[in-house]
């Protein structure tokens, strides 16, 4: 009985070495029903987190312009902002033959293997919200420029601060696209003559994760007691920090900027310990990617500069430099506007 | 030993019928399941826990356990990452992570052998130690400028065929820890001293040195595994295979080597890795999170153990019943 | 009766009291020991960084671990059986989601209705690991580590991805953790009344001494008619019962809560009990040892922070920490053995 089921075992695995000996190497076994043209429009996104507000507001703008192109919606994602979880969802989504991936990226080279051998299955590529090696895709949709991003934050804290004091940043993922181009003109601004009696003295990573952010940002309280604004260009950041704050009785004392969801941030923004913050629409975001995905599945664009496609009630829009489509500028949140949005 | 012997068989039919159910539930959830390019992803995902598992096995059967492999992976794709960056020729980076990875295994070993501390608490401590290691060593950066070959290796098949390459890895150190487990001294003596270690020292088995080399070697192929897994996914990250662990443990016991320590083949285990690769793999294809696939994996580590457990006692109550009824009374 | 029987008769009527007495003096010295170590770290750091001594950080170290603290608790008591509840950390984000979402869904709840809700998801979820180690004769390691993934994907299923937030909840339940009694915060106060309560039972009632008895000599303790089964369940559901309060006080503090809540929570929880000197072979420890182990790490935890060392070296402590106590304690109980065997020989 024992050797039956030990040659059964044996047999199991010369099996699947014989069968994979003798499929040629690479592509298409079926892999080519994603160009079938017009109807045909399974599309994925992939953000950089699944239980995250700010990327369901951007599903909802995708599932509106999916309605409309009748084409189909789907969100999957990791539970936690992990590249190489992402990874697994690519694999799983390129073995289930979608037609398009709209992807937000933890880390952009890491996901592009996985992304390529998408591409080379015929599946179209899109990043959103935070781009991967160019080379990986073949659009991304930039919520608003990098520059306009990190240089309003820091005009906005500078003013609030009067342009002295010690300042920190509390971001996402340490390897994160966005995060790290936001960043990057934050400090440049930062560099300019009438910041000189504002320094950055730290940049704390909360990976996206409410109690790491919250954490951070009572460490960063207690670490430097002489801290006097915090940008936290993530809504999970901003959120969690300005409950940080607020638990250790220095709303007010300390200010807190950055790229909120107007809901988590109402609160703050009417008691004044948050009385600006930025962000864009995420739902137009989603809404844009989408369409771009469907124009690229449909063979009336390919990602090349100057190339131009519908976008429902967005109107046309121009594929700019690299593949790069931008969505628009960034709105600025106050007590005189918020309560017009709700996400 | 009669009714040992069909428990075991009886266990590998197990298998062979979860594998089928498997299989089954693939090709339901998705017509994509059974193409010869999803059953190579599905290996491809599998190999690292594949590999970690053979050292796992024998260490099982020895009657210990080895929960830090996981961690000791980590740690050598963090470790292959910083040196690359560094300038370091990839091949020599590779030899140094293996040699850490040894170490990392001998450092569970020693502590174990020489003293006496229950092999559940420390590699559970360095779980958590290997693991912090890797962050202290990379913080939350990643490495991911690998070049194309090291990618390839990883990511890529033998020309010609869609075996990936950390099959044929995977294939070379499979026959050789067959051979050694069923054929050689050596298997019999961890089989001894899973048994009965104070019966295994009055044969004149060295078992603290045998124990000692299982670790060691655990942690070697926890190495190369991290190799193969940096390869693969380009990445060389801090929390790279986080929660390994669970499928690997879940792997051998589920494969039919007993938690106790003293029984099990690699048959078992090889037949248990393709029932886990193919139910995630099936899940994944229907979009079924990570987090929940871990439902089926978590249920099933216990069942592993449950179940035998639960068939025992069966078999004794059945066995009690008999012999009443028989009205045979067990003086000897 | 010769005077070596009558030697014997005294010995053996003499001896449990003085092992007993020898067992406490050991944890004694232990827990002092841990007062060093806190008390050097406190002098080392305050040296550097003088607002480390102030009252707000003090405050802020305590208010960190207390949730820890809760758990350790319960993990003490398991672990006082020879078993181990890796499981902690799913069931305390578990119960977290449970509480926190009932606002969510049904807004108007009662604060204490959510606080029942989460402690008896906690209990039913400790009992199915109590019912699988007991009944089931499957290792607690085993059991635990996979209802570590049960139950934290039962969480995932339960959350759908979404997550409740500061909005979603009521002041009531945030002030929870945060209300001031006599100037201590309100998560202070529950720890301490639960390490309290806890300490009462395991060191002044019957079923405290069981359980030590089940720890340290299990064929002894069954000789003698104690039902360690029932005992080891027991053990489990408290310490479930426990985490499902912790998950509730977890949403209170942190409010924004989804379906990693309290993820890797069991290593730190584990840490703190070992290092508290809570043997790992079961038998010996004190819940005042296991809070004093969540104290020491957290100030490691807070020092680090203060000095403006990479917070990168805190997983890498707990786990050296783990095997230092766990090495020292195998020395210990090695020692003690010798000198148990010694005393009843005289």
Not at chain 3, 91 to 114: C, E, I, R
């Amino acid at each position: 009985m024992n050797k039956l089921f030990h040659t059964l075992g044996l047999g199991f695995m010369v099996l699947l070495v014989v069968v994979l000996a003798s499929c040629g190497g690479g592509s298409s076994t079926g892999g080519s029903n994603s160009s079938g043209g017009g109807n045909n429009l399974n599309i994925a996104f992939l953000p950089k987190a699944i239980n995250n507000p700010y990327f369901d507001a951007a599903a909802n703008g995708g599932k509106t312009a999916a309605g409309e192109t009748k084409g189909s919606f789907k969100q999957v994602g990791p539970s936690t902002a992990s590249a190489s979880e992402q990874v697994t969802w690519i694999n799983n989504l390129t073995e289930q033959h979608v037609n398009a991936i709209v992807v937000s990226a933890n880390d952009p080279n890491a996901l592009a293997p996985a992304l390529k051998q998408a591409m080379g299955q015929g599946i179209k590529v899109v990043s959103y919200d935070s781009d991967v090696a160019p080379d990986a895709r073949q659009v991304f949709i930039q919520q608003a420029s990098p520059e306009d991003i990190g240089r309003i934050e820091v005009q906005v804290l500078g003013k609030e601060l009067n342009y002295t004091g010690q300042i920190a940043i509390l971001s996402a993922a340490s390897t994160a696209t966005n995060q790290n181009a936001w960043i990057g003109f934050m400090k440049d601004e930062l560099s300019k003559s009438q910041y000189k009696g504002m320094s950055l003295v730290k940049i704390a990573y909360g990976n996206d994760d409410d109690q790491t952010s919250f954490n951070d940002t009572l460490n960063l309280l207690q670490a430097y007691p002489n801290l006097k604004g915090i940008i936290s260009p993530t809504s999970v950041g901003i959120a969690a920090a300005a409950r940080a704050i607020e638990s250790v009785n220095k709303g007010g004392k300390v200010a807190l900027t950055g790229l909120g969801t107007p809901n988590q941030m109402r609160k703050y923004v009417k008691d004044g310990s948050v009385p600006q913050f930025a962000l864009w629409d995420p739902g137009k975001l989603g809404y844009l990617a989408y369409y771009a995905a469907a124009a690229l599945v449909q063979g009336k664009i390919t990602g090349k500069q100057g190339e131009t496609f519908s976008a429902g009630t967005l109107g046309t829009k121009t594929i700019g430099a690299n593949g790069v489509v931008l969505l628009g500028p960034p709105t600025v949140f106050d007590k005189t506007n918020i309560d017009q949005f709700n996400f | 030993m009669k009714q040992l012997r069909t428990l075991l068989s009886s266990w590998d039919a197990l298998l062979v019928v979860l594998l089928l159910l498997a299989i089954i539930l693939g090709t339901t959830l998705s017509p994509y399941f059974l193409t010869p390019f999803n059953v190579a992803s599905l290996t491809k995902d599998l190999m690292e826990k594949a590999i970690m598992a053979l050292p796992m096995t024998l260490i099982i059967i020895a009657g210990e356990i080895d929960l830090s492999v996981a961690s000791t992976l980590g740690l050598a794709s963090v470790v292959l990452g910083v040196t690359w960056n560094a300038g370091v020729p990839l091949w020599l980076g590779m030899v140094l992570v293996l040699i850490i990875g040894v170490a990392a295994g001998a450092l569970n070993g020693l502590l174990v052998t020489r003293l006496g501390l229950p092999s559940l608490v420390v590699t559970l401590g360095t779980l958590a130690l290997y693991r912090g290691l890797a962050y202290v060593v990379l913080k939350d950066q990643a490495v991911s400028n690998f070049p194309a070959a090291f990618t390839n290796f990883g990511f890529g098949s033998v020309p010609g065929t869609l075996i990936p390459w950390p099959f044929v890895v995977f294939l070379i150190l499979a026959l050789v820890f067959l051979g050694v487990l069923q054929w050689s001294w050596l298997g019999r003596q961890i089989y001894a001293v899973g048994n009965s270690k104070e019966a295994a020292r009055f044969a004149g088995i060295r078992v603290a040195n045998l124990k000692l080399g299982l670790f060691m070697l655990s942690g070697l192929l926890a190495a190369l595994a991290g190799i193969i897994f940096t390869a693969r996914f380009s990445s060389a990250r801090p929390d790279n295979a986080l929660g390994f662990e669970l499928d690997v443990i879940t792997i051998v016991l589920l494969g039919g080597v007993n938690i106790f320590g003293g029984r099990g083949t690699l048959i078992g285990v090889i037949l248990s890795l393709f029932v886990i690769g193919a139910v995630r793999n099936a899940l994944g294809l229907a979009n079924i999170s990570g987090d929940i696939q871990n439902i089926v994996v978590g249920s099933l580590l216990i069942f592993s153990v449950l179940g035998p457990n639960v068939a025992q006692s069966i078999r004794e109550v059945l066995t009690h019943r008999r012999l009443a009824v028989g009205g045979v009374t067990k003086k000897e | 009766m010769t005077s070596t029987s009558k030697g014997l008769e005294e010995a053996r009527t003499a001896s449990p009291t003085s092992q007993s007495r020898l067992i406490r003096y050991v944890s004694r010295v232990r827990e002092l020991g841990l007062l060093v170590v806190l008390l050097l770290i406190v002098v080392i750091v305050s040296v550097q960084v003088p607002s480390f001594l102030t009252v707000s950080n003090l405050e802020q170290i305590l208010l960190a671990i207390a949730i820890i603290a809760i758990v350790a608790v319960g993990e003490t008591l398991v672990v006082l059986t020879r078993n181990v509840d890796l499981s902690v950390g799913s069931m305390v984000g578990f119960a977290a989601f449970a509480a926190a979402d009932l606002f969510k869904q049904q807004p108007g709840t009662n604060v204490l209705v959510a606080i029942l809700v989460g402690c008896l998801l906690g209990l039913v979820l400790g009992a199915i690991n109590g019912l699988i180690v007991t009944v089931g004769r499957v290792p607690a390691i085993i059991v635990t580590l996979g209802t570590l993934y049960v139950y934290r994907g039962l969480d995932f299923v339960v959350a759908g991805g979404t997550q409740v937030s500061a909005s979603d909840v009521p002041d009531s339940y945030l002030s929870l953790a945060t209300t001031k009694i006599l100037g201590i915060p309100a998560l202070l106060l529950f720890a301490a009344a639960i390490a309290l309560i806890f300490a009462y039972l395991l060191h002044s009632t019957r079923y405290g001494r069981q359980l030590y008895a089940i720890g340290s000599n299990p064929e002894a303790a069954r000789l003698v008619g104690i039902r360690s089964n029932v005992m080891v369940f027991s053990a489990f559901l408290l310490c479930g019962l426990l985490c499902g309060f912790a998950g509730v006080l977890w949403g209170a503090r942190f409010a924004t809560v989804d379906s990693t809540a309290a993820s890797g929570l069991e290593l730190q929880v584990i840490a703190a009990v070992v290092v508290g000197g809570v043997n790992i072979f079961g038998g010996s420890g004190t819940i005042l040892g296991a809070v004093l182990g969540a104290i020491v790490l957290g100030t490691v935890d807070d020092a680090l922070n203060l000095l403006k060392l990479s917070q990168f070296w805190l997983q890498a402590i707990d786990g050296m920490a783990i095997l230092v106590a766990v090495t020292l304690d195998a020395f210990i109980t090695h020692w003690l053995q010798r000198a148990l065997i010694t005393r009843r020989q005289k």
